[in-house]
Each structure stands twice: as C-alpha cells, then as structure tokens.
C-alpha cells in the first residue's frame, strides 16, 4: 500500500500564499512506490463535490492544472524525497476546501484513475 499524508493547510487571508505538502511512504504488493506513480491534487468544498487542481507525471515533466488555478498554484515533485507540492498563491475565498493528494497509474484530471488518496488537509481563506 502506498501511503500518503498532507501537510501545510492553514488559515490565510485573501491574497496570500500557502504550501501544501504530500509525503509518500510504503509500496505496493507488486513494489511500487509512489516515484512509478503520477500525483495529483484534488479539493472538495462543503457541500460541493470533489474537483481536480493539478496533476504531475512521474518524470515531473508534464503537468495538468485546472482553469480555476491556473497561473496561481505550482505543483511540482521530488522524487528523491517521495514528496508531492503545491505552491498556491493569489488564494482567494473560493479556494477554501479540504485539499487532497493523490496517486495513480496515468496524469489525469479524473479522480477515478487515482488508486490512493491521503486523509486530506484544510485550507481556509478569510476575505
């Protein structure tokens, strides 16, 4: 099993910066670890449903953002260290929801070719 774990959420004013993490641990029974997946990164806000940010492939050479963050958030890797980024800036109040890192086979915006998922972390932003 690949285990993965978010760190960095918090409470931001409008405008700021916040910089997720997302530590990855373990491996499959096949012995894969999260370096032979591509990650991505989802949020889901109260009462909405769950919507795609950004994705990076294994390599870190390709990378998907979603329109909405575009130009605003950087997703970036190290394989070296099993860790998944996401850099936001520009946060804006619609951007609160609980952030959640990803790992599946392919560099999707879809969540359902997402095998593992972390527990997720909040991010708040006042206006």
């Known amino acids: 099993q690949v285990q993965l774990v978010e760190s960095g959420g918090g409470l931001v004013q409008a405008g700021g910066s916040l910089r997720l993490s997302c530590a990855a641990s373990?491996?499959?029974?096949?012995?894969?670890?999260?370096?032979?997946?591509?990650m991505g990164w989802f949020r889901q806000a109260p009462g909405k449903e769950r919507e795609f940010v950004a994705a990076i492939s294994r390599s870190g050479g390709t990378k998907y953002y979603a329109d909405y963050v575009k130009d605003r958030f950087t997703i970036s890797r190290d394989n070296a260290k099993n860790t998944v980024n996401l850099q936001t800036a520009s946060l804006k109040p619609e951007d609160t929801a609980v952030y959640y890192c990803?790992?599946?086979?392919?560099?999707?915006?879809?969540?359902?070719?997402?095998?593992?998922w972390g527990q997720g972390a909040q991010v708040t932003v006042s206006s």
């Open positions: 990803a790992a599946g086979s392919v560099t999707s915006s879809e969540a359902v070719t997402y095998d593992y």
């Open positions: 373990g491996r499959t029974a096949s012995g894969r670890t999260s370096n032979n997946y591509s």
